[in-house]
């Protein structure tokens, strides 16, 4: 039930990325990498996804190396959201959405359209299904980019096995208020046995939905653990150069003040 990377190292040029990096992430939880800018975040991802092989070591699904896995038995099991959002043709919203369904055409389900109506309606963008994909705003994109992604793994597997939701980027074009619906709707699919991982920016959104974080300091040095554990002042002056204070708010949630 876990996403494992084993003695995974990544270069980008000369420079290391990552180094002899062991990491594993569990279905069920949601986790956050994060990273200052060019620290390897979405290269990581990429790694866990399948769309990049490490230098060097090997990424498994529950124990399998990722490579053995057919591309269309991966495409059952883990959805990834793409940083850029923008396609070459003018597909309308909906035509992206059900592109989700695409690795299910052998065995559909017999909900295939109301799949595609739920994923929309999830993320708000039913108003937008006519639209073209292209015309819309950033937000909006990532929005329909994310009901994509959740309709292709709308059911759960036959035996259990374990699905994966893989994110770059998911709440860097939306405004406050969908940031917070993004990631709380993530905290619901993680609720129901998916393993979601997603590359933040925004330290407090981890502190605040992440079970789990894992942090790239641009030197090949990885810090994992539990949210609450690893994002500590200290740690963070570190790797931002920034200084923060954390800040408990009425409801009890830590939040960081920064400058």
């Known amino acids: ?7 995974v190292s990544v270069q980008l040029g ?25 620290a390897g975040k979405s290269t990581l991802l990429s790694v866990f ?42 597909f309308t919203a909906e035509e992206i959405v059900a592109l989700g369904r695409f690795p299910h055409r052998r065995a559909p389900s017999r909900d295939e359209d109301a799949i595609i109506r739920a994923a929309m309606a999830r993320t708000d963008v039913s108003a937008l299904a006519s639209r073209v994909l292209n015309t819309l705003s950033g937000g909006e994109k990532s929005r329909v980019q994310m009901a994509r992604a959740l309709a292709q793994l709308w059911h759960p597997r036959p035996g259990g096995a374990t699905r994966w939701l893989l994110l770059d980027e998911p709440t860097a074009a939306l405004d ?10 993530l905290r619901e699919w993680a ?13 407090n959104l981890a502190r605040r939905y992440a079970d789990d974080v894992i942090v790239l300091d641009g030197q090949a040095g990885v810090h994992q653990g539990p949210a609450i554990e690893v994002l500590q002042p200290m740690l963070i002056e570190q790797v931002w150069a920034m200084p923060c204070q954390p800040v408990t708010s009425a409801d009890g949630v830590v939040q960081f003040l920064f400058g």
């Open 191 to 203: 609720g129901q046995g998916v393993g979601v991982v997603a590359v933040l920016h925004d330290l």
């Open 14 to 38: 000369t420079r290391p990325l990552l180094r002899n990096a062991n990491l594993g992430l569990q279905a069920g939880r949601v986790t956050a990498i994060l990273g200052p800018n060019g």
């Open 176 to 185: 406050l208020a969908h940031q917070h619906a993004a990631m709380r709707l």
């Open 49 to 90: 996804g399948g769309q990049r092989v490490a230098d060097r070591g090997r990424v498994l699904l529950d124990g399998v190396p990722l490579n053995v896995h057919t591309p269309a038995a991966l495409a059952l099991r883990r959805a990834l959201m793409p940083q850029e959002s923008a396609v070459a043709f003018d």
């Open 1 to 7: 039930m876990t996403l494992a990377c084993v003695d």
